[in-house]
């Protein structure tokens, strides 16, 4: 369902053509502006498959990369907090992220949580979060 919201704000905000999805695929891309990710997925269950029929085409690839995080100046601080047992963001993609960010000139700072995931590091960084927020917020 998330490539499907993808698809859809990538074509209104770079005007990525959508010919690499299927008649069923644009049908859930249209539906995605409608509905919740769990509403896509549904849809996705009533229609033919499949939903992609080729590559990534040039200007998706385009988009992609001109939208990956850190690779340009942010106007503001950046916190990040991270997980160690995070699986649906994987520690080494934020060190990653964190490289391009900082070679980028940001202002970042991170912390790593051990033992937390993508559910339940937010509570366990709250107040740093909070101080943060209190600190760079001004």
């Known amino acids: 369902p998330h490539l499907y919201l993808l698809a859809r704000a990538y074509h209104d ?3 990525v053509p959508l010919d690499m999805f299927t008649d069923s695929g644009r049908a859930l891309i249209a539906k995605a502006g409608e509905v919740s990710i769990t509403g896509v997925f ?4 009533k229609l033919p ?3 992609f029929g080729a590559e990534w ?8 990369e001109f939208n990956t995080p850190g690779q340009r100046k942010c ?3 950046v916190l990040v907090v991270q997980g160690t047992a995070d699986n649906l963001v994987h520690p080494d993609q934020t060190r990653k992220l964190l490289a ?9 700072s991170v912390s790593w949580y051990d033992a937390k995931d993508h559910r339940t590091v937010i509570p366990a960084a ?8 209190r600190v760079k917020g001004r």
Do not use: V, Y
């Open 13 to 15: 905000a770079f005007n």
């Open 42 to 45: 549904a849809e996705s269950l």
């Open 49 to 51: 498959k499949p939903f």
């Open 57 to 64: 085409s040039p200007a998706m690839k385009k988009a992609l």
């Open 75 to 77: 106007a503001a601080p």
């Open 100 to 108: 391009r960010s900082q070679q980028s000139g940001n202002d970042i």
């Open 126 to 133: 709250q107040p740093e979060i909070l101080e943060w927020i």
